[in-house]
């Protein structure tokens, strides 16, 4: 895989949380690439550092050790600003609960990153993406008047309006019943193969995964294995053999 | 961003509406005080310049170290008769008469003076006094005296009464009562009007008078005409334009109105200064609130200046409608002002309220000012937070009081040391010091009121500890680092909505309720037993629960 494939990669990463008697090795060093327009799971079970590989990938939270990357720009080299800034332009977000603000509408919500930015939405391509997740008639309804799927779909929405280089996701359908959950996951499913977006879901729903191309395994913040194209039964299968 | 400023503004109007009320207070005694001061003044202007507007000179003693000026020979007024121009020439004596009511008690005389005056028939029109019933004093028995007095006192013409004077007590008839302008009296002054013979016998002035009016004949040069007159007066005297009296007025009038002044002033300073405190408190709350809000924009690409300024503008809004509102309720003060001291017989000349634009300007400045400094602190802490927060529970690390505690203690301690000394020292301004100790003091002990809460929250929980066991034990332990924490404005608040993975075994369930007041013990009923909140700075309740009750199920979470 060159670089211009890959959308984003840790090498060599190691986070430690702690010191002394407290100290938790989340991820051990760890080496692992993305590759672009692809839909990436990654699973493994509590404390495996699923989340925290998310976090420091997405500039949320820095590596004690080792680089992460998204593109070609090295994540520790920047500071806070140049870091933020690179949230804004090159990074979507989808998180398990509190993805927006309450009190914006979900048309504001969506445009966040772009005013943010002081910057104007793609109009066509906000239509585009708003009618891709279903939101059409929901635009003007505030967080708190959206169901939990709905809710989910315009962070969806929002992480996308941008264009990112790269969509992160926690566990997004973590808090949606089965029916939303597959409905959020067939949008974000959408916008990998219409839009060639890249993303990246952090998870331990072996159903959630199956919309994956790509199932990634941690364990103890260490690579374990991966599968290709699975379904949700094989995942369910290959947890149960690594003991996840 | 503007827009999400002005979204959160609504969003809390509740909580920034009682907050605002302070700050429209300071600005409303702030404003109130100026519009009141100004109207004072203005009205006096406009009397003082219509009693003076008909003289052109005046002719008076020079002042000599800033005392009363002294008098100048009643052979003057001759002179001044024979002047070439001079057509009106209206001498004035005055002096201390303190009139006694019908029950053998002094009127007034604690503060405002007891002023006596005398009254010639050429002065017809160039006094400020002006005749209600009766008549002018023109028998040596009679006295004229101002409204308010003769009201309050049931006196009428006709009446007699004593008058306390320089020559001592004397008996008079009511002869007229007299009102200042449109007031009944000027600022609680009490006036005893005499004829000029009994005005000079009664103030001990015989063959002197206090100042001379002069009007000149139309088409006269009063410059010329004041030239004229300044070459042949005597040391001791001197001629001065009727516009130099009228300033001279007025700034007596300035005098009388300061104290009103520096008293309001005071207690809009008192007011604006709580409104800061529970203004930045406000912010801090709101700010722990919406840890997660703030995260989120971290997360999605909101630079830290852009959180802060999103705090700040917030505040710049509420800043500006408390104020503005703040400028009117000072208007409507200013209004209950002036009746409240007309009522307590402070006559003061009718005219309208007088709203400068100054007025405005420094009832903005104060409020906006006040707003904005006070949510800086909190606006900083809005930017600090991680964006990861958005993500999971970021727990703050429990922060050590000791460097506040130090700070406090030390403020606390100058704050003290300065009201002592204020008190027991013998020196100059010891008012003002004792004053700024007592803020000085109120400042430290806010900043001590963390430490305060968490002793205080240690031993009232140990009933519920004794109580309830593990989870009274555990609610105790909650209560305390609350406490601590509320107070000092760390994120607190939104952990009430985020426990949702957190189930305990022991029927510790997540709290839901968005806004948890108060000791954030949020007590709920789970399964018959104390529900919990998770506790702060412990990384869930299930580590707490294996902490304290090895449960089988440890948390997913703990490290």
């Not at chain 2, 006036?191 to 100042?211: C, H, I, N, P, W």
């Not at chain 2, 400045?365 to 949510?375: D, E, K, P, Q, R």
Request: charged share 20%.
């Amino acid at each position: 895989m060159n670089a211009e494939s890959t959308a984003a990669r840790v090498e060599n990463a190691t986070k430690i949380y702690g010191s002394g008697s407290t100290m938790v090795t989340a991820l051990d060093d760890l080496t692992l690439s993305f590759e672009r327009g692809k839909f990436t799971a990654i699973m493994g079970p509590s404390g495996s550092g699923k989340s925290t590989l998310l976090h420091c990938i997405a500039g949320l939270d820095a590596l004690s050790s080792g680089s992460a990357y998204i593109g070609r720009v090295r994540l520790g080299d920047l500071n806070d600003k140049s870091l933020t800034l690179l949230r804004r332009e090159s990074v979507g977000f989808i998180f398990q609960a509190f993805n927006l603000i309450p009190t914006l509408d979900a048309a504001e919500n969506i445009t966040l990153p772009v005013d943010i930015a002081g910057g104007e939405a793609d109009k066509a391509w906000f239509d585009e993406v708003v009618a891709t997740m279903g939101l059409g008639d929901r635009l003007s309804h505030r967080p708190a008047e959206l169901s939990g799927g709905q809710q989910q779909r315009v962070a969806a929405a929002r992480a996308l309006v941008s264009r990112p280089e790269i969509v992160f996701a926690d566990e997004p359908s973590g808090n949606l019943d089965s029916k939303a959950g597959a409905e959020l996951l067939g949008f974000m499913r959408h916008a990998v193969d219409e839009f060639g977006q890249t993303i990246v879901m952090v998870t331990h729903d072996p159903n959630a995964a199956a919309y994956a191309d790509r199932v990634v395994f941690l364990g103890d913040g260490r690579y374990v294995n991966e599968l290709a194209d699975p379904t949700a039964t094989q995942i369910f299968e290959h947890l149960k053999s690594i003991g996840g | 961003m503007i827009r999400l400023a002005l979204r959160g503004v609504l969003a809390h109007k509740v909580r920034l509406t009682m907050t605002a009320v302070a700050i429209v207070l300071g600005v409303a005694f702030v404003s109130g005080t100026y519009v009141f001061t100004d109207s004072i003044k203005a009205s006096f202007d406009t009397l003082f310049s219509d009693v003076n507007a008909g003289v052109d000179l005046y002719v008076r003693g020079v002042s000599e170290f800033g005392n009363q000026l002294p008098r100048i020979p009643e052979s003057l007024v001759d002179e001044m008769l024979a002047t070439p121009g001079v057509e009106i020439v209206a001498p004035s004596v005055d002096g201390i008469a303190q009139l006694v009511d019908k029950n053998g008690e002094a009127i007034g005389g604690n503060g405002p003076p007891t002023l006596g005056f005398s009254w010639v028939p050429e002065g017809e029109g160039l006094t400020p006094l002006e005749i209600r019933d009766g008549d002018w004093p023109r028998h040596s028995d009679e006295v004229t005296i101002d409204s308010f007095a003769a009201d309050a006192n049931d006196l009428h013409v006709g009446d007699s009464i004593d008058v306390i004077l320089p020559v001592g007590v004397e008996r008079f008839n009511v002869s007229g009562i007299a009102t200042f302008g449109e007031a009944d009296n000027l600022l609680g002054a009490t006036l005893a009007v005499f004829s000029q013979e009994t005005a000079q016998r009664v103030f001990e002035a015989e063959g002197q008078v206090s100042s001379i009016a002069l009007v000149l004949s139309a088409g006269v040069d009063s410059t010329i005409v004041q030239t004229r007159i300044a070459g042949s007066l005597p040391d001791g005297a001197e001629v001065v334009t009727g516009q130099a009296q009228t300033d001279d007025n007025l700034e007596a009038v300035d005098e009388g109105v300061g104290f009103i002044n520096t008293i309001l002033l005071v207690i809009a300073g008192v007011a604006v200064f709580v409104g800061a405190f529970l203004i930045q408190n406000t912010f801090r709350i709101i700010v722990a609130q919406r840890t997660k809000e703030l995260a989120l924009l971290r997360a999605v690409g909101a630079t830290a200046g852009q959180v802060t300024r999103v705090v700040v503008f917030e505040a710049i809004v509420i800043g500006i409608v408390a104020s503005l509102i703040g400028v009117g309720v000072g208007i409507l003060i200013a209004m209950g002002l002036k009746a409240a001291f007309a009522a307590f017989g402070f006559g003061i000349p009718a005219s309208a309220l007088i709203v400068k634009v100054r007025t405005i300007v420094v009832g903005l400045v104060v409020g906006l000012g006040v707003t904005i400094a006070a949510s800086l602190v909190p606006a900083r802490k809005a930017a600090k937070v991680p964006p990861v927060a958005a993500l999971r529970d970021v727990e703050t690390p429990p922060r050590s009081l000791g460097r506040r505690v130090a700070a406090g203690a030390s403020v606390t301690g100058l704050g003290v040391v300065m009201v002592v000394v204020g008190l027991v020292a013998d020196i100059g301004n010891a008012l003002a010091l004792v004053g700024s100790g007592a803020l000085v003091t109120f400042v430290g002990v806010s900043m001590l009121a963390p430490l305060v809460a968490r002793e205080f929250a240690r031993f009232a929980g140990i009933p519920i500890a004794r109580w309830r066991g593990v989870s009274g034990r555990l609610a105790q332990g909650n209560y305390v680092e609350a406490a601590a924490h509320r107070l000092d404005g760390v994120g607190v608040d939104d952990r009430c909505g985020t426990g949702q993975r957190d189930r305990g075994v022991l029927g510790f369930g997540p709290c839901r309720r968005r806004r948890c007041t108060g000791a954030h013990l949020c007590q709920r009923l789970s399964g018959g037993r104390l529900g919990l909140q998770r506790p702060h700075g412990q990384r869930s309740i299930a580590c707490t629960h294996r902490r304290t009750a090895s449960s089988p199920r440890a948390g997913d979470r703990c490290p």
